[in-house]
């Protein structure tokens, strides 16, 4: 089994869902933000989102955006990406690494798949390569044992939902809304739709919900019917407002205790 | 054109004036005319090229919009339609011109131009326009959004939008809002929502990211009008198809008017829609050189420039791998043109792919040489052309001295033929090749006066240019109109 699949059925034996944190790697700086998710870690998030730094995020709002620039600008890139993996291993949390595509692309599919799994990175999610395009990573990943995390959204047609979850391992990221990264005052219902039709066709395979969810409220809510809360705009803006790796881990127990507040599913 | 009763079967034989028998020709007049290419494949791959690295959110939408548009491409009622509109509101067919005077610096060669700067509009922008505006309201939406460089794709969308009733939308970098501030008010004249992009570089890659972060919220009631042969299937050949009555069109004038095909078929390439609109009905016609033009900014050795093709690498950008300006990271490295309709750094599928396999060559035109084919176009024939189209006007000068010099490129005793697509007209760039040359209380420069090129760069505005206005404030904004990170966040 892998270790994302894991971890999340450990939450589920524990009556609860999975906490999922994402942070950018270089804002403010590569270390501030190493400490950063280190913190979410000691806070309660069972896995970290690893973001690569991309200059054309197209899927993300304004917050990951403005973080984003800065590392971008930095020259931040995947070695100081496969470092932030290290310690996220290393202080107790699953990392998975989020990217667009063109960063991987460039660096070479099989080279990353094969330093990403030497330094204990456990797959990646990828925003903008959908299964159909993915023919190198499929195999890179099936040659080196990473989990790969496709997207689905409320769009998703029944087959495409079918098809996208054959090629997923570790989770599922459901996209709760049609739109891009940012906190929302609501989830709404559209999160709790997708995953009932995802779940028609998961397995048992977990299905970790992300878009819009930044408070323990929220968190609480969308531990109701998902196997994972993804939480990324929340944590970003703590760093913006300058609240440094002290607020994230703040953040991370108020999400923390709210993951546990829900009724789970059984 | 006026009287013909016989409606064209495909977009492929949409060319308005017939195909004329070539008698020099034979192996011209003998081929399946206005054949679809047979790139892309079904998934929309120009060989590795192309393809939809978007989004799963966006892939309904795509998906729909390729589904309707194979049915509409073929719906001879469409075809009507279309045909109406491009003959009675564009003005097709668009002339050939041609410029001896001009050509005198082109090392002999004869130079036609295909003059798209003389539709409705200003560019060939508009052919494509109409076509999504037909397709937009045949899936049922009622708003459009896209994204615009020069301002021109801005434009024609805007007014496909006036004219079918739809609500529009456009991002535009900031700093190309201050560029080309002309067409941000016809924008606003025709009842568009002109929204600055004040993301990354501020310019049309940045503008291209808001809209599809518009469309990814707003996609139950929006279509994106893409206005080049990039982004994901199936806008690379979707835009293809509306925009190769181009070179259906010139390639039959030239065989009837001059009983033979082009050496040379030259053409701008930013995104490249133009140039893919003429390339096309020649691909198939072996001996016919496709040189694309890509803007070499200050010059591709400086770093500074936007010539994807000659300076980039492959990977993905805008939902398609294509050739691309990026660094070690594959973060993507802003682009730098005097022309904003230019400065991008990606370029269309089809064209890395027509690159790899050696049917077409691109190459580099500096800002300088570009200029100085602006200003020649201008003072020998009369004809003010886009900076973007001075590119072209410059390979058209470079490839003529170069066939001229070699004694090469004509038929026996003829001269080279060389054709180049005038995408567009320069009204939108007056302000710019003013501050370039120095003019306003300066005198224009004259054909002695060489110098005056060079002493323009970097020269400061001309009286009357207000480098600080905000080309945003007091937008006419269109009520239906729903900003993407606004209604992103209210989701």
Redesign the interface.
């Known amino acids: 089994m892998s270790a994302l699949q894991e971890r999340i059925a450990a939450a589920r034996a524990e009556g609860r869902a999975a906490l999922v944190a994402y942070l950018p790697v270089g804002y403010p700086d590569v270390d501030t933000s190493i400490a950063a998710m280190v913190a979410a870690v000691e806070g309660g998030a069972d896995v970290v989102e690893v973001g690569v730094?991309?200059?054309?995020?197209?899927?993300d709002?304004?917050v990951i955006?403005e973080a984003v620039?800065v590392a971008?600008r930095a020259?931040?890139?995947?070695p100081d990406v496969l470092r932030a993996v290290s310690a996220v291993a290393e202080a107790g949390a699953v990392p998975v690494v989020m990217s667009y595509?063109?960063?991987?692309?460039?660096?070479g599919v099989d080279r990353f798949a094969d330093d990403l799994a030497a330094a204990g990175g456990a797959g990646v999610i990828t925003?903008?390569?959908?299964p159909?395009?993915a023919g190198a990573w499929l195999a890179a990943s099936e040659r080196t044992g990473l989990d790969r995390v496709?997207?689905?959204?409320?769009?998703?047609?029944d087959v495409?939902l079918a098809s996208?979850l054959a090629a997923c391992r570790g989770f599922v990221y459901a996209?709760s809304?049609?739109?891009?990264t940012?906190t929302?005052a609501t989830v709404?219902d559209a999160a709790e739709r997708l995953v009932s039709r995802t779940r028609a066709v998961a397995g048992d395979l977990p299905i970790c919900v992300g878009l819009?969810v930044s408070d323990g409220d929220q968190a609480a809510e969308v531990a109701g019917f998902a196997d994972g809360v993804i939480v990324g705009s929340a944590y970003v803006r703590t760093l913006l407002e300058g609240r440094g790796p002290d607020g994230v881990r703040v953040l991370s127990e108020e999400l923390a205790a709210g993951v546990r507040r829900a009724k789970v599913r059984a | 054109m006026g009287g013909r009763e016989v409606l064209p079967p495909t977009l492929e034989g949409m060319t308005l004036s017939a195909h004329a028998p070539a008698p020099d020709v034979p192996d011209a007049s003998s081929r399946d005319d206005g054949a679809r290419p047979e790139w892309p494949d079904a998934t929309g791959h120009f060989g590795v090229y192309g393809g939809r690295f978007v989004p799963e959110a966006l892939i309904a939408a795509l998906d729909e919009l390729t589904e309707a548009y194979e049915a509409m491409r073929v719906d001879p009622a469409f075809l009507a339609e279309f045909a109406r509109l491009q003959r009675d509101y564009t003005g097709r067919p668009s002339p050939i011109t041609e410029v001896p005077k001009f050509a005198e610096h082109c090392g002999g060669a004869r130079v036609l131009l295909k003059r798209e700067d003389l539709n409705h509009t200003g560019s060939h922008k508009i052919n494509n326009v109409l076509g999504q505006a037909l397709l937009t309201k045949r899936i049922g939406k009622q708003r459009v959004i896209a994204e615009t460089g020069a301002g021109q794709h801005g434009v024609a969308t805007a007014t496909a939008a006036a004219l079918m009733g739809l609500s529009c939308t456009v991002y535009m970098g900031e700093e190309d809002t201050r560029r080309q501030a002309l067409n941000v008010a016809r924008m606003r004249l025709l009842g568009a929502e002109v929204i600055p992009v004040t993301t990354g570089s501020r310019t049309l890659k940045d503008a291209i990211n808001e809209a599809f972060r518009d469309w990814v919220t707003n996609v139950e009631t929006t279509n994106y009008v893409f206005g080049t042969v990039a982004g994901p299937h199936p806008f690379p050949a979707m835009v293809r198809d509306f925009q190769r009555v181009i070179g259906d069109e010139a390639r039959a004038q030239l065989l009837e008017r001059e009983g033979r095909l082009p050496d040379v078929v030259l053409a701008c390439v930013g995104g490249g829609s133009n140039a893919i609109g003429i390339f096309t009905a020649f691909v198939p016609d072996d001996g016919v050189r496709l040189v694309g033009l890509e803007a070499g900014g200050d010059g591709v050795e400086t770093g500074r420039h936007a010539a994807t093709i000659t300076g980039g690498d492959p990977g993905v950008l805008h939902g398609a791998r294509s050739y691309l300006l990026q660094d070690v990271n594959g973060q993507t490295i802003e682009s730098h043109s005097i022309s904003a309709g230019l400065d991008y750094p990606g370029v269309g599928p089809e064209h890395s792919f027509l690159n790899d396999i050696g049917r077409a060559e691109y190459r580099p035109v500096t800002d300088a040489q570009a200029m100085e084919a602006f200003a020649l176009l201008c003072r020998t024939e009369g004809i003010i052309p886009a900076i973007e189209s001075a590119h072209a006007l410059a390979g058209a000068m470079q490839i003529g001295q170069e066939l001229g010099s070699r004694g090469t490129g004509g038929r026996g005793d003829e001269p080279p033929v060389l054709l180049v697509n005038l995408s567009g007209r320069g009204d939108k760039d007056v302000e710019t090749a003013s501050a370039w040359f120095g003019l306003g209380e300066q005198t224009a420069p004259t054909d002695g006066d060489e110098r005056a090129v060079e002493a323009g760069r970097g020269a400061e505005p001309g009286p009357g240019l207000d480098e600080d206005q905000r080309a945003t404030d007091g937008a006419v904004s269109n009520d239906e109109a729903v900003a993407g990170p606004d209604a992103g966040e209210q989701a």
């Open positions: 730094p991309y200059s054309d995020p197209g899927m709002g304004p955006q620039d971008v020259g931040v890139g995947l595509w063109n960063p991987i692309e460039r660096y925003p903008d390569l959908i159909d395009e496709f997207l689905v959204a409320p769009s998703s047609t495409r996208t996209a809304t049609m739109g891009v940012g929302r709404g819009g």
